[in-house]
C-alpha cells in the first residue's frame, strides 16, 4: 500500500515537473532559438536577422577559441541544440558528432542547415598539392624497421579515412559567392521559422548580400592587378575555395583538415624553392598556427627577406571577438589586405 502512494507521488511530481517544463518553454518559445557551430554561420544569421536578433536566442558553440577541428560538444552544447528551432552546421569531417546530437533532439520541428549540403556539387574534394606533405601514414616510410610497429600504429590511425575514397574540403565559409548562397538560405529558414519577420529577414539579407559582392568584387580587382598569382602557406591549407574563385594557385605544407603540425625537411626544402622561383616576397600562416614552419621555409630561402603573414581562416573567432564587433565581413576585409601584400 505504502509503495502505491510513493509510486502515484513519484508519478505527480513528475508530470508537475514536465508540465513546469512545457509552460517554461511556451514562456520562452517566442523566443526563436538559433544555434550555430563557428562564427561565419552565427554571424550571418545576427546580420539577416538585424535588429530582431535582441529578441531571438542566438547561440555560437565553438567560441572559446578552440578550432573546429579539435572541437569536442560539451552536454551543454548538445542540450542547446536539443532545443533548438534551427541549427546550423558545416556538415564536414570535423562535424562527425553531430548525428548523435540530432538523433536524441527534443525538438521534432527543428529546421538543420548543413552548409555542405546546401552547396552541393560547389564542395570541393581536398587536393593534395604538389610538395605538400602527406598525412602521417606515409610519413613513417622513412624510419623503416625499428618503427615497424609506429609505422602500423599510422596505418591504423588513418583507417577511418579509407572508408570515403574522397574528403571534402569542409572550409565552404571561405568564399565571399559561397556565403551568400549560404546566407540566403540562412534568410529562407529564418523566415519559414518566424513568418512575423519575414519580410525584415529578406530585406536585411538583400543588404546583406549586397555587401558581400562589392567585396567579392573588390578581392577580384585585387588579384587582377597583382603582380604575383600564387600565395604559399606554411601551415594547414584551408583557403581553397577563396583561391579558385579567383584563379589564384597556392602551395602549402598541409591539407585544410591535417593534423599535422611538424614540416619535414622535404616539404621545407620543396617550398623554399618555390618563394624562390617564383620571388615570392612572403610566407602566409592561418590564425592559430604559430608560424613556426612558415619562418623555417624564410630561412631556408635565398634572401631570407620574405614576411610571414596570417590569413584568418574564420575557424577560431571568439564569442568575446564576436561581442565586440569583429564580423565576418570584416575579417575577409583584413584577409584581403594581407592578400593584396602576399601578390606584391
Given at each position: 500500500?505504502?509503495?502505491?502512494?510513493?509510486?502515484?507521488?513519484?508519478?505527480?511530481?513528475?508530470?508537475?515537473?514536465?508540465?513546469?517544463?512545457?509552460?517554461?518553454?511556451?514562456?520562452?518559445?517566442?523566443?526563436?532559438?538559433?544555434?550555430?557551430?563557428?562564427?561565419?554561420?552565427?554571424?550571418?544569421?545576427?546580420?539577416?536577422?538585424?535588429?530582431?536578433?535582441?529578441?531571438?536566442?542566438?547561440?555560437?558553440?565553438?567560441?572559446?577559441?578552440?578550432?573546429?577541428?579539435?572541437?569536442q560538444p560539451s552536454i551543454q552544447d548538445i542540450a542547446k541544440i536539443s532545443t533548438a528551432d534551427i541549427f546550423i552546421y558545416v556538415g564536414g569531417e570535423s562535424d562527425g558528432w553531430v548525428k548523435d546530437a540530432l538523433k536524441n533532439a527534443a525538438n521534432k520541428n527543428m529546421k538543420v542547415i548543413n552548409l555542405m549540403e546546401v552547396l552541393g556539387d560547389k564542395v570541393k574534394t581536398e587536393e593534395i598539392k604538389e610538395g605538400m606533405q602527406?598525412?602521417?601514414?606515409?610519413?613513417?616510410?622513412?624510419?623503416?624497421?625499428?618503427?615497424?610497429?609506429?609505422?602500423?600504429?599510422?596505418?591504423?590511425?588513418?583507417?577511418?579515412?579509407?572508408?570515403?575514397?574522397?574528403?571534402?574540403?569542409?572550409?565552404?565559409?571561405?568564399?565571399?559567392?559561397?556565403?551568400?548562397?549560404?546566407?540566403?538560405?540562412?534568410?529562407?529558414?529564418?523566415?519559414?521559422?518566424?513568418?512575423?519577420?519575414?519580410?525584415?529577414?529578406?530585406?536585411?539579407?538583400?543588404?546583406?548580400?549586397?555587401?558581400?559582392?562589392?567585396?567579392?568584387?573588390?578581392?577580384?580587382?585585387?588579384?587582377?592587378?597583382?603582380?604575383?598569382?600564387?600565395?604559399?602557406?606554411?601551415?594547414?591549407?584551408?583557403?581553397?575555395?577563396?583561391?579558385?574563385?579567383?584563379?589564384?594557385?597556392?602551395?602549402?605544407?598541409?591539407?585544410?583538415?591535417?593534423?599535422?603540425?611538424?614540416?619535414?625537411?622535404?616539404?621545407?626544402?620543396?617550398?623554399?624553392?618555390?618563394?624562390?622561383?617564383?620571388?615570392?616576397?612572403?610566407?602566409?600562416?592561418?590564425?592559430?598556427?604559430?608560424?613556426?614552419?612558415?619562418?623555417?621555409?624564410?630561412?631556408?630561402?635565398?634572401?631570407?627577406?620574405?614576411?610571414?603573414?596570417?590569413?584568418?581562416?574564420?575557424?577560431?573567432?571568439?564569442?568575446?571577438?564576436?561581442?565586440?564587433?569583429?564580423?565576418?565581413?570584416?575579417?575577409?576585409?583584413?584577409?584581403?589586405?594581407?592578400?593584396?601584400?602576399?601578390?606584391?
Amino acid at each position: 500500500m505504502k509503495l502505491r502512494k510513493i509510486i502515484a507521488g513519484i508519478i505527480i511530481s513528475l508530470t508537475l515537473t514536465a508540465s513546469t517544463f512545457a509552460a517554461k518553454k511556451s514562456a520562452k518559445n517566442d523566443k526563436l532559438k538559433v544555434v550555430t557551430t563557428i562564427f561565419p554561420q552565427y554571424d550571418w544569421t545576427r546580420e539577416i536577422m538585424g535588429d530582431k536578433a535582441s529578441s531571438a536566442q542566438l547561440n555560437l558553440l565553438v567560441g572559446n577559441g578552440v578550432d573546429l577541428h579539435s572541437y569536442q560538444p560539451s552536454i551543454q552544447d548538445i542540450a542547446k541544440i536539443s532545443t533548438a528551432d534551427i541549427f546550423i552546421y558545416v556538415g564536414g569531417e570535423s562535424d562527425g558528432w553531430v548525428k548523435d546530437a540530432l538523433k536524441n533532439a527534443a525538438n521534432k520541428n527543428m529546421k538543420v542547415i548543413n552548409l555542405m549540403e546546401v552547396l552541393g556539387d560547389k564542395v570541393k574534394t581536398e587536393e593534395i598539392k604538389e610538395g605538400m606533405q602527406a598525412e602521417e601514414e606515409e610519413d613513417h616510410d622513412d624510419h623503416d624497421a625499428e618503427d615497424h610497429d609506429h609505422e602500423a600504429e599510422g596505418h591504423h590511425h588513418h583507417h577511418h579515412d579509407d572508408d570515403e575514397e574522397v574528403e571534402y574540403d569542409e572550409h565552404v565559409w571561405l568564399s565571399l559567392r559561397n556565403a551568400k548562397i549560404l546566407s540566403a538560405e540562412i534568410a529562407e529558414v529564418l523566415s519559414e521559422k518566424d513568418p512575423a519577420n519575414a519580410a525584415s529577414y529578406k530585406a536585411n539579407f538583400a543588404s546583406y548580400s549586397a555587401k558581400l559582392e562589392a567585396l567579392d568584387k573588390d578581392y577580384t580587382s585585387v588579384v587582377a592587378s597583382a603582380s604575383k598569382k600564387t600565395i604559399l602557406f606554411g601551415d594547414r591549407f584551408p583557403f581553397r575555395y577563396l583561391t579558385d574563385d579567383y584563379g589564384l594557385d597556392y602551395y602549402a605544407a598541409f591539407v585544410g583538415c591535417s593534423a599535422e603540425t611538424e614540416a619535414s625537411f622535404e616539404t621545407v626544402v620543396f617550398l623554399s624553392k618555390k618563394v624562390d622561383e617564383l620571388g615570392l616576397n612572403s610566407v602566409l600562416k592561418i590564425e592559430s598556427g604559430d608560424g613556426k614552419i612558415a619562418r623555417t621555409i624564410v630561412q631556408n630561402t635565398k634572401n631570407k627577406t620574405a614576411k610571414v603573414l596570417t590569413l584568418d581562416s574564420i575557424q577560431s573567432t571568439t564569442l568575446k571577438q564576436a561581442n565586440a564587433g569583429t564580423t565576418y565581413l570584416k575579417i575577409m576585409e583584413d584577409n584581403l589586405k594581407v592578400l593584396k601584400e602576399a601578390l606584391k
